[in-house]
């Protein structure tokens, strides 16, 4: 009786860029419902890792299924668990698989989702500083 062959798997390396200083920590959260990809708690398969900003160039994540996913990326400087904002502009550090343009309000979920083949990929993600 030939066994079951496991479904596939990917990795992603995401690379960081633009990080404004080392303070703090780093959160990331990959979600599979790229329509709400900004509210990472909302989504039961989501990929989320926290580093200290130190440590956070370079990350992997394994294990994944292949498919559609968002990433976000935010530098919480001042470790609070929370993106502070002024006046509804982010203080902090974000950004966003695709580097899309910032415009008037975040990016449309069609312009941050991207496939994941079984295998390895990467993501280069470049933080932005408004404030």
């Known amino acids: 009786m030939a066994m079951p062959t496991p479904p596939p798997q990917a990795s992603l390396t995401v690379t960081l860029d633009g990080l404004r200083n080392d303070k703090g920590v780093v959160q990331l959260c990959l979600t599979r419902d790229t329509a709400d990809f900004l509210d990472c708690e909302k989504h039961d398969q989501r990929v989320t890792r926290e580093l200290a900003a130190t440590a956070a160039e370079n990350v992997k994540l394994t294990g994944l299924a292949p498919g559609e996913w968002s990433l ?14 002024m006046l509804g502009i982010p203080k902090e550090g974000f950004g966003f698989s695709g580097n899309p343009k910032i415009r008037m309000g975040p990016p449309k979920a069609k312009q941050v989702k991207f496939e994941l083949p079984a295998g390895s990929s990467a993501q280069r993600v470049k933080l932005r500083y408004l404030l």
């Open 72 to 85: 976000l990326v935010l530098h919480d400087e001042n470790d609070n668990g929370k993106l502070d904002t």
